[in-house]
């Protein structure tokens, strides 16, 4: 079994900064493209940021520029840095991960941290 977990939501000022951390554990191989996504009160779920194992990265148009996405692979851990915090970034945070277990390829989410903006 994998699990993801993440830490690092909070309550941040606008302009402030905050870090995401989605780390998994159990079994498995390797850990292929791994997003982060939100999903604020009343909307739908979006992806934020994207990584794949090359290392390649996307971003969503509202958040490039200010929002990083890194992975530390040794620690099978992916981060998003956050800066210049909006309040419509306030959210609920997911990372999902593609993960390679035993002859094949499975989604896993995490739990969810919440962030919110104040403005």
């Known amino acids: 079994q994998v699990q993801l977990g993440e830490s690092g939501g909070g309550l941040v000022q606008a302009g402030g900064s905050l870090r995401h951390s989605c780390a998994a554990s159990?079994?498995?191989?390797?850990?292929?493209?791994v997003g982060w996504y939100r999903q604020a009160p009343g909307k739908q779920r979006e992806l934020v940021a994207a990584t794949t194992s090359g290392g390649s990265t996307n971003y969503a148009d509202a958040v490039k520029g200010r929002f990083t996405i890194s992975r530390e692979n040794a620690k099978n851990t992916v981060y998003l840095k956050m800066n210049s915090l909006k309040p419509e970034n306030t959210a609920i945070y997911y990372c999902?991960?593609?993960?390679?277990?035993?002859?094949?390829?499975?989604?896993?989410w995490g739990q969810g941290t919440q962030v919110t903006v104040s403005s």
């Open positions: 159990g079994s498995f191989f390797s850990i292929n493209t």
């Open positions: 999902d991960a593609t993960v390679v277990v035993t002859y094949t390829q499975k989604h896993y």
